[in-house]
């Protein structure tokens, strides 16, 4: 493979510049990561210490192997709403004896774990990740159910909790659920629908109904054990596998369960990498504030990709678009990456060619996105920019080996679909510190909305004043640059996190490693007889 060189000059006033903006980016992203971390606040995570519990990730920590990493996904959830940041439940991806494993556990420090509209969101979005990419479900339960006062946006979607647990056993994708405490009304579906259970003796509660509402609902009087204790479900109902004395004996029965899966991934297994010839703490200064200046995304390649080895092709085509092979992690990868921003036809082509190349030889895709959308004007049009993004678009859209997605800069309009945005079903998308993704950008909007308001002024005969169009023009501006940020989208769940860039290989590679415990296999065109179209 061609070893990638590296224009930028580490030293220059730019690269320092642009290298001090993302750290005050991260420092506030920092920030926000300690309200996730807090839970409900001290008063609450002391009460819980006081009844002898471990918090979420306490818990998680020690279900994971010795030293062994856990990609927490989606930690800003509820970002910017009046529920806490983190929606109440942590995520994310673990190795649990030998096993990548994705893993839901209940913060018992927020309303006692109940389920707001922003966690079900997350649990499903976590559910949606395990069935992907094959990997055993592991629910850490402790939780009221539903946070009663937003019932209506949980009730009706709240059942696909349920039918996902049922379709991932019907796969063979085991879920297991470790009951800490309560397990109540709904919830008591999550051990109910699990292949495999652990209570915990004088701590565990599963019930559809508790007490009062039993005595609500029947007359009947009754109380929590013989309802639906821990004890009761391990030798009358059945319903507990496994009767575990602690907390730390359900997680060490959680990991034995585990081990004796006979788990193994389905995906083809990495060659030995080697890590880039640039430091990744480099990432840091390539990409400047101001997203209308260009950087050369190959810059960020060689930071990322083993050996800084790069195979480009078609690099004299479609130059705005770079598209090549490399390994990352020793998996092979195949990258889109924006260049100068704009997707013209050429660049659309490219990709659609290149798309299908990776599904051919059953390589996964990297797009790394930097664009503000498919070219317009005259030009453009008659020269058929619509049809050749959709060729783009319907080649992503039908593409079926597994896609990434990083958001390194601008990622506006269609050409967010076409790089392989949500809602074209990436793996997994991660944002830097420094994206921003909207319909288009904050000016442009604003323009078009002005444009558009004078235009209707002079139909109907009416004065148009310039101190309101630009009062206008600002709050238009303030309001999509806020909801244009990554801490933004990542609080409506829209992307799996914000990352510092320096972790993207990282990160990266747990997921290339998560993916292929599932089989990679790119589209076929089983009796048609169709194989690639040079476009």
């Not at 930028?8 to 690269?15: H, Y």
């Amino acid at each position: 493979m061609t070893v990638l060189k590296s224009g930028v000059d580490t030293e220059s006033a730019e690269f320092l510049a642009n290298a001090e903006a993302m750290r005050n980016k991260l420092a506030e992203l920092d920030a926000e990561h300690a309200k996730a971390l807090a839970g409900g606040g001290e008063k609450y995570l002391e009460r819980h210490r006081k009844r002898g519990k471990l918090l979420a990730r306490e818990r998680i920590e020690l279900l994971l192997d010795r030293e062994a990493p856990f990609l927490e996904l989606s930690p800003l959830a509820a970002w910017g709403t009046d529920y806490t940041v983190g929606a109440s439940v942590v995520t994310g991806i673990g190795v649990v004896s030998g096993v990548e494993c994705l893993i839901v556990a209940n913060d018992p420090t927020v309303k006692g774990g109940a389920s707001n509209p922003h966690s079900l969101r997350k649990s499903l979005r976590a559910a949606e990740i395990a069935k992907c990419n094959r990997l055993p479900l592991i629910n850490l339960v402790e939780s009221g159910g539903a946070d009663l006062p937003t019932q209506k946006d949980i009730f009706i979607p709240g059942g696909a909790t349920f039918r996902n647990l049922t379709q991932l056993s019907a796969e063979g994708i085991p879920t297991i659920s470790l009951v800490f405490g309560n397990s109540t009304a709904g919830g008591a579906y999550l051990p109910g629908m699990s292949d495999h259970v652990v209570m915990i003796a004088e701590r565990s509660k599963v019930f559809l109904g508790g007490p009062p509402l039993v005595k609500m609902a029947t007359g009947e009087e009754s109380d929590d054990e013989s309802l639906g204790g821990a004890e009761m479900h391990a030798r009358t109902s059945g319903l507990a596998d496994y009767l575990a004395t602690d907390e730390s004996d359900a997680i060490r029965i959680g990991r034995d369960i585990v081990s004796r899966l006979n788990w193994h991934k389905r995906g083809p297994e990495p060659v030995a990498s080697v890590p880039p010839r640039f430091a990744e703490e480099e990432l840091l200064g390539i990409v400047p504030p101001d997203l209308k200046m260009p950087f050369d995304p190959r810059d960020v390649l060689a930071r990322l990709v083993d050996g800084s080895e790069f195979d480009e092709f078609k690099p004299l085509y479609g130059t705005s678009l770079v598209t090549g092979w490399a390994r990352l992690h020793g998996y092979p990868v195949g990258v889109l990456a924006n260049s100068r921003g704009v997707l013209f036809s050429e660049e659309s082509q490219k990709a659609t060619q290149f798309i299908q190349l990776a599904n051919q030889s059953d390589t996964p895709l990297l797009f790394l996105h930097n664009t503000t959308g498919y070219m317009v004007g005259k030009e453009y049009e008659q020269g058929g920019i619509i049809k050749h993004g959709a060729m783009m678009i319907n080649a992503v859209s039908n593409s079926k080996v597994p896609h990434l997605s990083v958001l390194m800069g601008s990622s506006y309009g269609a050409g967010h679909y076409g790089m392989c945005g949500r809602a074209y079903d990436p793996r997994f998308l991660f944002a830097w510190p420094s994206a921003k993704s909207a319909v288009m950008g904050p000016a442009q909007l604003a323009g078009v909305l002005s444009i558009v308001a004078r235009a209707a002024a002079q139909a109907r005969g009416a004065e148009y004043r310039e101190e309101d169009d630009a009062a206008m023009r600002a709050a238009v501006e303030a309001q999509i640059e806020a909801e244009s940020l990554p801490i933004f989208l990542s609080g409506m769940l829209y992307d799996d996190g914000v990352i510092d860039p320096r972790d993207t290989r990282t990160v990266l590679g747990l997921c290339l490693s998560a993916i292929h415990n599932a089989p990679v296999a790119g589209a076929r065109f089983d009796g048609a007889g169709f194989g690639v179209f040079r476009m």
